[in-house]
């Protein structure tokens, strides 16, 4: 037996409803397309500097000079462009320790180790970066003056003329101390000329800052201890002039020989 018409019509319209209705559902129940990935973002490259009692580690007896400093720091960022302004570049950097800091960092406190002896700041787009003098370098020359009768005591000249020698020969090493000093580090200085005056036997030394502290070391190198007799007494010989011979001990001293 046939279901009536009205059954069979309506059969007929659930079934083509359904069958519109179908790429719909479909559609609504496909997944999401995934967003378009993002660019990442580049990171910042970190640098590391290690700098102890003016060297770097790793690089032998050289001074931690700006110049060798920023060869470091160019091999650790080569997309940074460096310039220094002249008289930079042998700035020395006593102590500064990075560990994964970024380059504006680095910089920044490059001047704070260097007593704002330089500035370090990006002057132009493309990474371009100058290192330029800073206030605590425009130092001028300064003048420093050393007593050295406890020097000459210990030395013992007996007339003018060893006096003039033992200066020269003190004068020497100062001068060319401060002459190795500035060539090692790339500095374009004068090297100063000491002036002592044999009256008073002060020497007066004109020069930079870290010339004249190069000077004071040498000349605290020599100076006896206090309360001394000087560096001839103590060793049990008699004072002795620069180009004379010494004087033959006491053969009692050595004991005598058959």
């Not at 002896?117 to 605590?136: E, F, M, P, S, W």
């Amino acid at each position: 037996m046939k279901p009536p018409y009205h059954i069979r019509t309506l059969g007929v319209l659930f079934f083509s409803a359904g069958v519109l209705l179908w790429p719909a559902r479909a559609q609504s129940q496909a997944p999401a397309a995934a967003p378009p990935p993002q660019a990442a973002v580049p990171q910042k490259v970190r640098v590391d500097l290690d700098i102890r009692q003016g060297l770097l580690d790793g690089r032998g007896n050289h001074p931690a000079t700006i110049a060798r400093v920023v060869d470091v720091l160019q091999a650790q960022v080569p997309d940074a462009n460096f310039v220094l302004s002249p008289g930079v570049s042998g700035v020395v950097v006593s102590n500064l320790t990075l560990r994964s800091a970024d380059l504006e960092g680095a910089l920044t406190a490059l001047e704070f180790a260097t007593g704002r002896k330089v500035l370090a700041r990006q002057v132009a787009q493309d990474n371009i970066y100058a290192v330029t003098t800073g206030q605590a370098g425009q130092s001028e020359k300064g003048v420093e003056v050393f007593n050295l009768t406890p020097i000459l005591r210990a030395m013992g000249p007996e007339d003018q003329q060893g006096v003039r020698e033992c200066i020269k020969e003190i004068c020497t090493v100062i001068v060319q101390t401060i002459s190795d000093f500035d060539r090692e580090t790339g500095r374009e200085w004068d090297t100063p000329q000491p002036n002592f005056n044999e009256s008073t036997r002060l020497l007066v030394i004109i020069g930079h800052p870290e010339q004249l502290e190069i000077a004071g070391k040498i000349i605290k190198a020599l100076t006896p201890p206090a309360g001394s007799t000087g560096t001839a007494a103590l060793a049990g010989k008699s004072p002795v002039s620069p180009g004379k011979k010494p004087e033959a001990g006491n053969p009692s001293d050595a004991g005598s020989k058959p």
